[in-house]
DNA sequence: ATTTAAATGGAAATGATTTTCATTAACAAA
DNA sequence: TTTGTTAATGAAAATCATTTCCATTTAAAT
């Protein structure tokens, strides 16, 4: 059974330690706060939640824990344009199931799905597999977002 | 055989005109280097292109004329994540073909690629279709971008 | 307990994009 | 063509998310 449900060393201390980064309370908070949001974030919105419990964090501590984050995979950056960007835990880190996105251009509304996603990922896959071969790019991530007007903006329209 | 090839109205006065904007010299300017261009530029890279014909159009222009096109669905604006956008001529405006992109996550090269895009194209009208019903969105448009080490930046790792 | 480099916070800097506002120009109407 | 209305414009200032600086604190190896 993996280790994090409840006390003990968080799944991802092996990892971060594993690559020089040391862990600390800050980086525990932001974490967790990632971890029991499982929904994208914005520096923010972490940072607020982190400084209601520790009031000393700053925004700073927030934006540079989120690019380790990024860095190592652990954590996805998204922009969904409206000049912030958004943060949720990268699938198999935990929680997050693999989802794109539907965003709608007036309101900025992000809904998530997973409908398709099994066909996508295939398809996604063997263009990956075709791109690095032709591009000779280590290809490690991809992103997929549709864009519309939602249900409400429609109707305003 | 469509206008705005050499001399006379160009293809987009019409669309412009009926949404109730004006055709100036400057957005003339800046579709042109749009359409020249044929490649993701940035607005500072229109600016500088536009400044050398016409030196008295300002950089705030460059910026709500793209902010037009992109509403009007004639431009594309996209996040390479170096943290200014890029803009290219959309599909069927003209000369461009639809493409999607391959970014390097360290020097932020960009490789536009259009293999595969058939495949990707016929998933994403599926996807699309069920997506619109099940969410009532009504969608304008997708983003697909792959992220990656390219061949360079893979080396020096 | 000691040591040392990494991590931190707060303030200042950055830099792309927007807003403001007084002036100019597009173009519809006469 | 001249005129009137209103959108479009440039320059400068404002915004605002994100970064950088730097003096101080702290994780964790010894």
Same mark, same amino acid.
């Given at each position: ?16 330690? +594993? ?30 939640? /982190? ?6 964090? +700053? ?10 984050? /990024?860095?190592?995979?652990? /954590? ?6 409206? +000049? ?7 699938? +198999? ?16 509304? /992000? ?47």
């Amino acid at each position: 059974m993996p280790r994090g449900n409840g006390r003990g060393p968080a799944w991802w201390h092996g990892r971060f330690r +594993g690559c020089g980064y040391r862990v600390t309370v800050g980086r525990e908070a932001i974490l967790e706060v990632l971890t029991k949001a499982d929904k994208h974030l914005s520096a923010e919105d972490i940072y607020m939640k /982190v400084h209601a419990v520790y009031p000393a964090i +700053g925004l700073t501590t927030i934006y540079r824990t989120l690019e380790i984050l /990024v860095n190592l995979g652990l /954590v996805l950056k998204f922009d969904f344009g409206d +000049g912030r960007a958004r943060y949720e835990l990268a699938e +198999g880190s935990k929680r997050s199931t693999h989802h794109h996105h539907l965003i709608c251009t007036n309101c900025k509304r /992000v809904v998530d799905y997973t409908d398709f996603i099994d066909d996508e990922i295939e398809l996604l896959h063997r263009t990956e597999k075709g791109l690095s071969e032709k591009y000779n790019f280590a290809i490690t991530n991809h992103l997929i977002q549709f864009y519309g007007l939602c249900d409400r903006c429609k109707k305003k329209k």
